[in-house]
């Protein structure tokens, strides 16, 4: 595993940033944002191409070959599906609903819609060095996926890497972004022996270049300032049998958390931070 100390050090004194997301508040749709108005790509239009002549795979490019499953967290239309998501699946460690819709900030942009936009900026960065991209889902179905279908789709690729992309909905005044990492489970049709070492070393390099490239603090009302979470009762975490992180981009309940995350330009900033910290790992 790798140290943080250093990097996250450098990065305490800067604005402080907000952490994690599995809240069900937020029930409405994401409503028009003015800082949205330069973004490239948004949850609601179309999603940008990938960059010209740099098809997955390419030979040459520093990820090539490399596989990459991106999870969005939540679906815009789940909102719309209460019934269908309260369901509930196996997560190994007991039971769990099938997904939230997530949270939103005052001004109503939601989580969904967050995630959606980041991940899309996160694809085209990752494809452009290379990487073949796959997602668990483009808003393109009325809900879902469910969180043990989300964990498959990572499974069935033989991911290298999965980073489900969050923000967190906490109380206000808790700040900073955390990566939560999965804690050693073996129970039902969990075991996270296998992944456990290797997820740790990813959400480090996440999380050191997710401060550098924002300029944001680690959570600091979790995580001791190290900006990592370790849990066992995420059932996408307990059912991968592969790499994987949930990034917790910032607090959408704290208003100058919810400022940042509404903002286009910081969002291509997180999604930078994340493809430098996906890149190191895979790179070893």
Not at 131 to 158: M, Q, S, W, Y
Request: a positive charge; aromatic letters at 4%.
């Amino acid at each position: 595993m790798r140290a943080l100390a250093g990097a996250l050090t450098a990065c305490a004194a800067a604005t402080a940033l907000a952490g994690c997301g599995g809240s069900s508040s937020g029930s409405k749709p994401a409503a028009p944002n003015a800082n949205d108005a330069k973004a490239t790509t948004s949850a609601t239009s179309t999603p940008a191409r990938t960059p010209a002549n740099t098809p997955a795979g390419t030979p040459g490019l520093p990820l090539a070959g490399r596989t990459i499953v991106i999870d969005p967290g939540h679906n815009p239309g789940n909102f719309r599906h209460s019934r269908e998501i309260n369901q509930k699946v196996d997560i190994g460690t007991g039971r769990k609903e099938c997904d939230t819709t997530g949270t939103s900030t005052d001004a109503d942009y939601t989580e969904a819609a967050f995630t959606l936009d980041v991940s899309h900026r996160l694809r085209d960065l990752l494809k452009a060095q290379g990487a073949k991209v796959l997602l668990t889902h483009d808003a393109d179905r009325p809900f879902g996926p469910c969180i043990d279908e989300r964990a498959r789709t990572g499974n069935a690729a033989r991911a290298d890497a999965v980073v489900s992309v969050h923000a967190d909905g906490s109380a206000t005044g808790n700040r900073g972004f955390h990566v939560i990492v999965p804690a050693r489970v073996n129970s039902g049709a969990a075991d996270t022996a296998k992944i456990v070492g290797p997820s740790r070393e990813l959400g480090e390099d996440i999380a050191r270049h997710f401060a550098r490239a924002t300029g944001t603090a680690p959570a600091n009302y979790l995580g001791a300032g190290t900006g990592l979470d370790v849990r066992d009762d995420l059932g996408g975490l307990n059912l991968s049998t592969v790499p994987k992180v949930f990034v917790e981009c910032g607090n959408m309940r704290d208003p100058k958390d919810a400022a940042l995350l509404s903002n286009a330009a910081w969002r291509q900033k997180a999604a930078r931070g994340i493809a430098d910290g996906i890149g190191t790992y895979l790179k070893g």
